[in-house]
C-alpha cells in the first residue's frame, strides 16, 4: 500500500491529518517540510512518517497533495523529480491545472482539492476538480481520501475562485464576532453574547440543512412582519449588508487570480 504523501506541513496538512486520524483512515502517510520543528509535532501529534528529503518523499507516494502557499508552488515543483505516472493533489488556492500542467506534466497526472478546514473534525468541504485525462480510478481514489474528512463537491476549474471564497468558514467565524460584539454592546456579558450569537448562526443554519422547510420559508418564520427580526434585517440590507458581502468575495477572488500569476 503506497502512502500518501503531504508536500507542506501547515494548517491544511494538520487539519487533515487529524480529520483523517478521527476517521481511522488506514493508508500510511508520510509529510515533509523544510521546517524540522512542524515535522516533529506533526509526527507526535498524528504519528505520521516524516521525510525531509523532498525527492526521497516524492518517490514514495501513492498520492502526492501539494500543501504548501501559492507562492511556493512554482519552486517546490522545478525541485520534484517525477518519472513514472503519478497523481498530484494541489491544494494551492487560485492556481489553476492549466498552470500546474504548464509547470509539470506527463507523466503527472494533476487534481485540484479545496479542502475546509473544519475537515479537522470530519464535517468539512471539499471542492474537487480533475484534469481532463484523469482516470476514472483514480478519481473514485481522490474522492475517497477527501470523503473520509467530509462531503465532497467536484465542480468546473473556472469555478473553483468563487467557491473558495463562499465556503470559508471564516465567515461564521468573522460574523460570529461581529453579532457577540453588538450584543456585548447593548448590555449582553461575552460569554451570553457569543451563545446568542451562535445559536443565531449555526442552529438557524442546522435548522435549514436538517430539517424540509425551505430558505424563504424559515426567513418568513423568523421574521414576522412587524417584528424584531424583521427591522433588524431591513436595517442591516439598508446598510448595504448585501453589498459588503459581495465586495469581501470579490476582493478574495482578486486575491485568488494574483496568486496564479504567481506560478
Excluded at 116 to 139: E, H, N, Q, W
Excluded at 156 to 165: E, I, N, Y
Excluded at 223 to 229: F, K, V, Y
Aim: net charge positive; hydrophobic share 45%; charged share 20%.
Amino acid at each position: 500500500m503506497k502512502p500518501t504523501v503531504f508536500l507542506g506541513g501547515g494548517r491544511i496538512t494538520s487539519a487533515l491529518l487529524a480529520g483523517l486520524r478521527l476517521a481511522k483512515y488506514d493508508k500510511p502517510i508520510i509529510v515533509h517540510d523544510r521546517n524540522p520543528g512542524k515535522l516533529r509535532e506533526l509526527k507526535k501529534q498524528y504519528g505520521v512518517t516524516v521525510e525531509t528529503n523532498l525527492n526521497a518523499a516524492v518517490k514514495q507516494a501513492g498520492l502526492l497533495i501539494i500543501a504548501v502557499r501559492p507562492d511556493s508552488v512554482s519552486a517546490l515543483l522545478q525541485q520534484i523529480e517525477i518519472n513514472i505516472p503519478l497523481t498530484l493533489i494541489s491544494l494551492a488556492a487560485g492556481v489553476p491545472i492549466s498552470k500546474l500542467r504548464a509547470r509539470l506534466g506527463p507523466p503527472v497526472r494533476w487534481a485540484r482539492a479545496m479542502p475546509s478546514p473544519v475537515c479537522r473534525i470530519a464535517r468539512g468541504l471539499t471542492a474537487l476538480c480533475f484534469d481532463r485525462t484523469f482516470p476514472r480510478s483514480m478519481k473514485l481514489e481522490v474522492k475517497s481520501l477527501f470523503e473520509q474528512v467530509g462531503s465532497i463537491l467536484e465542480i468546473p476549474d473556472r469555478q473553483f475562485d468563487a467557491f473558495t471564497v463562499t465556503f470559508s468558514p471564516s465567515h461564521s467565524y468573522h460574523a460570529l464576532v461581529a453579532l457577540a460584539t453588538a450584543g456585548e454592546r447593548l448590555g449582553l456579558k461575552r460569554k451570553n453574547a457569543l451563545t446568542a450569537a451562535a445559536h443565531g448562526l449555526a442552529e438557524g443554519i442546522l435548522s435549514w440543512r436538517e430539517g424540509e422547510d425551505s430558505l424563504d420559508e424559515l426567513i418568513q418564520e423568523a421574521a414576522t412582519p412587524g417584528g424584531t427580526a424583521a427591522a433588524t434585517m431591513q436595517a442591516m440590507d439598508a446598510s448595504g449588508y448585501k453589498r459588503t458581502i459581495e465586495k469581501g468575495l470579490r476582493a478574495g477572488i482578486a486575491r485568488a487570480r494574483k496568486n496564479a500569476k504567481l506560478i
